[in-house]
């Protein structure tokens, strides 16, 4: 069951149209991410959805429940949706005891085991509940605005950019906790990122924005996968991205023969492949390998437990171009030295992208 439909959303700030005709379904108990550069519109999205934007037109629904459309709206204290602001926004005159209890209905022993409780659940240490928010790091500060948006026991829970202001290892640490909680209590989230690799990893259903558009939604690995065009397929990682012929199946491009996962006959396209779907294998002096797959590592970068490399493919010896420059990830220790003699293989399908 869907828990949230957006239809035919937009909004506009004067000239500036921030969201462009969005439809999106929520599944109930899923991770949504919404993910996107920076003024792609995310923020306002979820303002929308939290009641704190209204659309300029469009439908809004929770549950079954209609929030806004043509002839009403429910305010946002009225729809039972947790939000964290993108900055946290703790009340900085509240100890966290405070802000978590902020809007309890309960008072007393019962207010303070419930705080405790929360507090718990989001792995704050019971003697911190003393503290002044500004006594706290980023990632304490943010599962301290968690733990407030939790208390209410939101339908639907919110999360604007939650740990872009903490640290690499911090991170990483702080997504598989929130998401684990998440699961545990068995709220529905939609969490918005720029970054490309929190998106992939936190989402069970991914979708993408660029302004103000939704261009593509779905399964975060399908999208990584059979991306729509290639500034989704760049936006969601790197990508190899070469000229073809399609037919019957198969790309002929410069890598020779590569099957492919969706049909065009006989049409000219562009085709994607990720770097880790290419393989290298050196080459032993003597026969050459197949034709077209014989390249020189030109550059190697390497960066602990893999190593992105740069090979160029032999040129045909009809053509007078230099051959194509390709992008390969290897495993850091294995992978080959600037100047070795290669073969290029492909693992999988190539993705026919569609026309920009
Ligand atoms: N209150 C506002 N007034 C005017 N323009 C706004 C307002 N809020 C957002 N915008 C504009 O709408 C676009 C989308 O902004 P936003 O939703 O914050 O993007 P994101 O969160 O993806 O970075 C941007 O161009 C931004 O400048
Ligand atoms: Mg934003």
Redesign the pocket.
Known sequence: MNALELNSIYKS??S?Q?LNNISLSVPSGSRTVIV?P????????LRMIAGFEFPDAGKLSLNGQTLVDDTHEVPAHQRLIGYVPQDGALFPHMTVAANIGFGLAYSGVKKQERIAELMDSVALESHMASRWPHELSGGQQQRVALARALAQQPRLMLLDEPFSALDTGLRAAMRKLVARLLADAGVTTIL?THDQSEALSFADQLAV?RQ?RLVQSGHPLDLYRYPEDEQTALFLGDAVVMPARIEAGWAHCDLGRIPVNNHRNNASAQIMLRPEQLQLVSTVPGPAGPPGCRAVVTERDFSGNTCTLTVELQSLASSEQPGRSLMVRSSGMYAPPAGSEVNVSTIGHAHVLSDA
């Not at 920076?38 to 999205?45: E, V, Y």
């Open positions: 700030y004067g500036q921030a996107g920076s003024g792609s519109g995310k923020t306002t999205l918005v924005m103000g």
